[in-house]
C-alpha cells in the first residue's frame, strides 16, 4: 500500500466506529472533529493524485465514502486565490486544514436575503471548522494564499458529491447544484499484504 494511506484507513475507520455509536450531532462535531484534526495534524500521506491543483477552479477528490453514504471524505485543492460561491451544505460537514489556509466567511438567511456573520474566519493548517444546518451552512470558502496552493479535508454526513444543494447569488438567490467530484478512481486503502505500510 501506498506509504500514509494506513493513516487515512484508520481515519476512516474511527469515523465508521463513531457512526455505529452515535447518531447525535454535537457528539459527531465533537469527535468528528477530534479525529479530523489529528489527521490534518500531519501532512505526509494525502496521495500526489488527490493535491492535483487545476488552473481553473478548485477541485474537489473523494477519499473514502462508506457504502451507506453515511459519510464521506473529499480533499479540496485550491489555487492560488480560487473561491468558491457562496453555498450550503445541508448536511453536517467538518473542514480541517492540511496545507497553507483558507478564509471562512459565514452568512445567515434574513427576511433581506443572506448577511454576513462575523468578518471572515481565517483557518490554518491543523485547524477545523463545523457546518452543519443546525449551527449554522451557508458559506463562502476562499485560498487565503494568492501565490500558492492550499488544501482541505472535509468530512461530511452524506455522499456530499452526489447531494442537492445550493450556491447562492449576492442578492441570496438559491440556485440547486450537484457537485460531484474530480476523480473517477479512489485511494486503495485496504491493501493488507506484507507489503503493504
Ligand atoms: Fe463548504
Known amino acids: 500500500m501506498v506509504p500514509g494511506l494506513t493513516r487515512l484507513r484508520g481515519f476512516v475507520t474511527e469515523v465508521a466506529a463513531l457512526l455505529r455509536r452515535t447518531e ?85 438567511r434574513t427576511d433581506h436575503g443572506l448577511q454576513a456573520k462575523g468578518g471572515p474566519q481565517r483557518l490554518e493548517a491543523g485547524q477545523v471548522e463545523a457546518v452543519s444546518p443546525r449551527i449554522g451552512d451557508i458559506h463562502r470558502v476562499a485560498n487565503a494564499y494568492d501565490d500558492r496552493v492550499s488544501i482541505s479535508i472535509h468530512l461530511y454526513g452524506a455522499n456530499i458529491g452526489a447531494v442537492q444543494r445550493a450556491t447562492y447569488d449576492a442578492q441570496g438567490r438559491p440556485k440547486l447544484f450537484v457537485s460531484g467530484y474530480a476523480n473517477a478512481f479512489t485511494p486503495n486503502i485496504w491493501d493488507a499484504s506484507s507489503k503493504s505500510a
Do not use: K, M, N
Not at 33 to 49: H, M, T
Not at 61 to 69: F, I, P, V
Not at 78 to 101: C, E, F, N, Y
Open 24 to 108: 447525535d450531532e454535537p457528539e459527531i462535531l465533537a469527535e468528528g472533529g477530534r479525529l479530523l484534526a489529528g489527521l490534518v495534524a500531519q501532512d505526509d500521506w494525502l496521495p500526489e493524485a488527490y493535491a492535483e491543483p487545476d488552473p481553473e477552479r478548485y477541485r474537489q477528490y473523494l477519499l473514502h465514502c462508506d457504502s451507506a453514504q453515511a459519510f464521506s471524505l473529499v480533499s479540496f485543492v485550491w489555487g492560488p486565490g480560487q473561491a468558491t460561491p457562496i453555498h450550503d451544505h445541508t448536511v453536517w460537514g467538518l473542514v480541517g486544514v492540511l496545507r497553507g489556509a483558507e478564509l471562512s466567511q459565514g452568512f445567515v
